[in-house]
């Protein structure tokens, strides 16, 4: 007999709730990533002290990551609410998440979402023009600031064609 079992949910009633209503939000514009640990979407900005800095992000998890369907780069980090006072943990989350540039949005634990409600949310990052090109050059967290890798060592390949395009 084995040790281990499968869980029978890897989300909660709240946070299935939650991830249905972002899915049909955000429909086919970005990938959902569910329970992220912070070192997945942050990396340190210098080679000394990396093992601490990477120890420091590894005990956060972010319940939800919108990222570029392409590039799989993060475009925003969701933390719900629930009202048991982690807001200490999701402040930690921000200001790590913020340091860099990558916007965190705090949704309220619910059992159901109004859909314009989540929309007005997260629609600006999913609509920034800015973000496109920042993905296309490949710019970089560099201790709060962006900064744009060359453009000739990133190469722009061009997006394809979805499964349900006009085309």
């Not at 955000?26 to 912070?38: D, G, H, N, S």
């Not at 093992?51 to 799989?72: E, G, K």
């Amino acid at each position: 007999m084995s040790t281990y079992r499968i869980q029978e949910t890897i989300l909660e009633h709240s946070e299935r709730s939650l991830y249905h209503a972002l899915s049909l939000v955000v429909a086919q514009r970005a990938l959902i990533l569910t329970k992220v640990q912070l070192s997945a979407i942050l990396a340190p900005t210098a080679v000394a002290g990396q093992h601490i800095a990477y120890t420091h992000l590894d005990r956060y998890t972010v319940d939800f990551v919108l990222c570029d369907r392409y590039s799989t780069r993060p475009i925003v980090v969701i933390q719900q609410d629930d009202g048991t006072g982690a807001a200490n943990v999701c402040d930690a989350i921000e200001r790590l998440t913020e340091s860099c540039g990558l916007p965190l949005v705090r949704v309220p634990s619910q059992s159901a979402y109004r859909m314009d409600r989540l929309l007005r949310l997260i629609e600006p990052y999913l609509n920034d023009d800015k973000r496109g090109r920042d993905y296309a050059t490949g710019d970089r967290c560099a201790g709060g600031k962006s900064t744009n890798a060359p453009e000739a060592k990133t190469p722009v390949v061009p997006r394809p064609a979805t499964l349900f395009s006009a085309n």
